[in-house]
């Protein structure tokens, strides 16, 4: 954005180009703001009824799940904060074992933001839903003056319905047993590394993406093929380490994984050597992690790739030896305890 | 916040005076934070499983609500941006005729924002919501660069349980009829006076107060006197005026409001004058509007009367006139046209 920038009101019947804080006032400009932006976009029964909320049937287990979506830039290689904020909270909804169904989204603005970067991402957003069946039903828009926000936030805030195989074995840390095999779904970093290369501006010959993508069909397709999984959860900020760590301290169990079973795609093995990042710490928003019996393994990772998850691996198990320890076996045969990091690796990530 | 900051490591075992990026990387010190801070504050056996999201059992019609809160200041008299962010999203399921129950609350906080003040507004969190019988069971937290926020947002998304008397005639715009009459629960505009007051550092004798509030417990006290709800609004962002607009044209029916029978403070009517507002056009956070026959109408206002307010009212009705028109009898007997308003009153106010 530069410093100058024209926030007059357009000619009768023309739109603003830009967002100003009359949008957000609660008068004329914001009930077409809703109208022309964000109902067009979302349209469907349940939001057009314009209460201070939504209204509909839930029976059985529900899960919910929110997130803040911050992530700069906001449009990026294979995605952009629109999609980003859908695909984040339905995966959440994911990993407790339940399909996304109704989500609300709340908007914080920038004083200035094109509006027709408000619109794509907001089209954005829309198309993600779509796809993964999901139903915005309600949602708030508040503007904030210049300086005061990175352009917008995202709220997404989703209620799922529990898969019958969850309800009957909720997946968490407390279910893990000893013996139990880790499988990944795919590669990891591959969303923070794109993120990264981005802001330092790094091209490479293979383009880096975001893997932001819905992990809730590979999830149906484990509990419909019977695999007893014990535990879900999708590596974000923190990445695949962050994530062993927090399931060994859980579990109160120990993790031993092999290095050389990691997938990790050799784009984003260069750029985390050029950026100074562990892989193993770097954000997915399309992967997951499944805990499961180890003689399920092999029958688990034949279900992944049949949908689509080609480079699922197992890359190891927990034990009884050391609780809360996450420990690497390099591909030499030596290993090292994957600590969870104190501070800061990537800001601003999602 | 003055503009050097000390943002450096304390020594060991004590706390961060301020949020610094590393609080939301996903490492130690985020999980130290979500630990100390706010799983302390919002203690419950939901939310302490850790999980990506929370599960548990819903039967029937199910309310949803979502609202960013961006008030500034922080704190002001009457509340602060964390006992708001609880009564808003629950008084927006009350609107829907839902007692509030299941509560995210997703955090964007700017690098440098004092922890006691973070701590402060948690605890207000906690103790609305423990008030209001909602518990908090799951969210998230951002850290972002000083100068892209301002203090902390927050966003909270409420599901509620549908009263039987809402399910069997869920409260809107299209259920009221001609003949209707208007009861605000109280004297309006409150809460945007309070704050704009602050703003502009003006005093008064008789201090003004915010006066937000939880609504659920009026409405259930309707619904339990069987009181024919046609619909529930909470006049917020663009005051009774802007609500009134919104019903007339929901409804498709003209209003008929009589100044008179207003109740406004004495008080924010003064300070109204000298800020050049109108006090009709003012954002409460505790008041709501019921619209139901006017054969019930006095027993209605008794019922609140009741439950506390104390200065509920019959303001006007809803008649074939006009429709979406609102029209404003003043005390000399002249009307007008109380319109929308294009643009912004008070930014920020909620």
């Known amino acids: 954005m530069t410093d100058n920038i024209d926030l007059s ?7 603003y180009p830009r967002v100003v804080l009359a949008h957000g006032g609660g008068g004329r400009l914001m009930l077409r703001l809703i109208d022309d932006c964000f109902r067009r976009a979302f349209d469907n029964p349940l ?38 904020a859908i695909h984040g909270t339905a995966n959440d909804l994911a ?14 603005l920038e004083e200035g933001l094109p509006m027709a970067d408000l619109q794509t991402l907001v089209n954005s957003m829309a198309a993600a839903a779509s796809t993964a069946g999901i139903t915005i039903v309600t949602g708030d828009t508040k503007v904030v003056e210049r300086g005061k926000c990175d352009g917008l936030y995202i709220t997404t805030t989703g209620i799922g319905e529990l898969l019958a195989g969850a309800r009957a074995r909720p997946p968490g840390p407390e279910q893990i047993e000893a013996g139990d095999c880790i499988i990944v779904s795919g590669p990891v970093g591959d969303h923070g590394t794109a993120i990264m290369s981005l802001r330092e501006n790094l091209a490479f010959e293979e383009p880096l993406l975001s893997d932001a993508a819905p992990l809730f069909p590979a999830v149906r397709a ?10 879900l959860r999708d590596p974000t900020r923190g990445g695949l380490a962050t994530l062993l760590n927090e399931l060994a301290s859980g579990a109160r169990l120990g993790v031993r994984v092999a290095e050389a079973t ?11 050597e050029l950026l100074g990042l562990d892989p193993l710490y770097v954000a997915c928003e399309g992967r997951f992690v499944a805990v499961l019996p180890s003689t399920g393994a092999t029958r688990a990772v034949e279900v992944l790739k049949q949908c689509g998850c080609d480079q699922a691996a197992v890359i190891g198990e927990f034990n009884a030896e050391h609780p809360g320890t996450v420990v690497l076996e390099n591909r030499i045969g030596g ?16």
Chains 1, 2 share one sequence.
């Open 9 to 15: 009101c357009p000619l009768p019947g023309q739109q």
């Open 47 to 84: 939001l057009n009824r314009q209460g201070d909320g939504a209204c509909f049937e839930l029976n059985g287990s529900t899960a919910m799940s929110s997130d803040a979506f911050t992530v700069s830039p906001l449009f990026f290689p294979g995605g952009d904060i629109g999609s980003l």
């Open 95 to 108: 990993m407790c074992g339940a399909r996304p169904r109704y989500f609300s989204a709340s908007f914080i």
């Open 222 to 231: 484990l509990y419909d093929a019977d695999i007893p999984v014990h535990c």
């Open 262 to 272: 990691i997938p990790v795609r050799p784009a984003v093995h260069d750029a985390c």
């Open 335 to 350: 290993s090292r305890v994957l600590d969870l990091l104190s501070g800061e690796q990537l800001p601003r990530i999602c």
